[in-house]
């Protein structure tokens, strides 16, 4: 599974994605974790509210300050 | 229509106002031994009522707002303002953009998906204007403050700007300073998911806590500059340098304000000092225009995504707007206050 934190240049972003990271570890997802900083990435992908999480392509929150508790909420529905 | 007026007038000054939560404090801070009108106790009292105020309004106000923000996600308002030509769109687009949730740190995201869908510079750019500058909760904030009058007028102001700035950026022919790799874009539809009713709510939750997160530190540095304005800056020197007898003390505040970065919510407290120490109204309500439109932060990031050209005419349309509307605020002084 690909999982996208998208967003660059702001605390919240920094912290969702630090977040997201150990998320993934504590669920033992066979995930990879990339950041999108580059803004032409951005547009390509329809994002207009960061921080936002795109999981296999699929935006599942944008514009929201996730807290660790709702990325492990978000990503256990993923998986199942 | 007395009545109305009384209970308008209690409104504004004891809900809104809070004007017994001043008093309580005022008492509490006599028992603690301190003179509620003197230096300490005065800064005190300031901090306190200030304060307080301040965070019940916002977390009333940031939920209520997130509720209604979450019917219009960037998405649902990009796909509304094409449908709308000429000058009503960019009308359309200064008033979404006080609903639409969106923070400084979205707004090129959000400029990048609304110009690569087609819509055109000048009402993308009415839209970044007026979400800053104008929203809910500065109008019931600035209410709590200066008043109703002043609040609506600020409001009509702000939505003037938003709207003239961009139909004249758009006439400029602005269009073609954005960078290329922009209009290059795909035009992308993308659905937003919908929401149950709950999911409002616990959105318009996290917003409000994140919001305060944000903001805390904003609000007091605001008050707890407000508070030493309000009482150790003496009266004459505020006249001197931002009252009617500078008649240049509107591009002053403009000019100071422009690179500073804050919340609305941050900016009100010094505002309101400084007002009751004698600075003009437009003056004031220039200043924090120019707080909360333009910041260094978010020109530098505006900058990846338009030439010079277009970034030095959206900060001079701003400016000459900020300027303009404090002038005409200062004249209006008398019948607004």
Known sequence: MEILVVG???????????????AVEELGLAADVRKVEDLVEMVRMGIMSVPALVV??????????????????LLRQETK | ????????????????????????????????????????????????????????????????????????????????????????????AALLGTVTPFCSCSSIPLFMGFTSAGLPVGVTFS??????????????LLMSVFGGRVAVVYVLFGLVIAVAGGTLLDKLGMERYVEDFIRSAPRLETESAALTRQDRALYARDQLLATIRKVAPYIFLGVGVGAVIHNVIPQTWVETVLGDRNPLAVVLATAVGVPMYADIFG?????????????????????????????????????????????GAFIAVCTVGIILVGYFFNALQAFLI
């Open chain 2, 127 to 140: 839209f970044l204007i007026s979400s800053p500058m104008v929203d809910l909760g500065s109008l019931v």
């Open chain 2, 267 to 311: 900016t009100i407290p010094v505002a309101e000092s400084l007002l009751f120490k004698g600075a003009g109204l437009g003056t004031v309500l220039s200043f924090m225009m120019a707080v909360t439109t333009l910041s260094l932060p978010s020109l530098i990031m505006l900058k990846k995504t338009v030439k010079p050209r277009l970034l």
């Open chain 1, 8 to 22: 660059g240049g702001c605390a919240d972003c920094d912290k969702v994605y630090a977040d997201t990271l150990e």
């Open chain 2, 1 to 92: 229509m007395e009545a109305l007026r009384a209970g308008w007038f209690f409104f504004q000054d004891q809900v809104l106002g809070m004007q017994w939560l001043n008093r309580l404090i005022g008492r509490g801070v006599a028992a603690l031994g301190l003179d509620p009108e003197g230096l300490w106790g005065g800064i005190l009292r300031f901090f306190l009522y200030d304060t307080v105020k301040i965070f019940v309004l916002l977390s009333v106000l940031i939920f209520v707002i997130s509720y209604i923000q979450s019917y219009f996600p960037p998405e649902r308002t990009r796909k509304i303002l094409g449908r709308f030509r000429g000058l009503w769109a960019n009308i359309l």
């Open chain 1, 56 to 73: 296999d392509g699929r935006t599942v929150s944008a514009g929201r300050s996730l807290r660790k508790k709702q990325i492990l909420q």
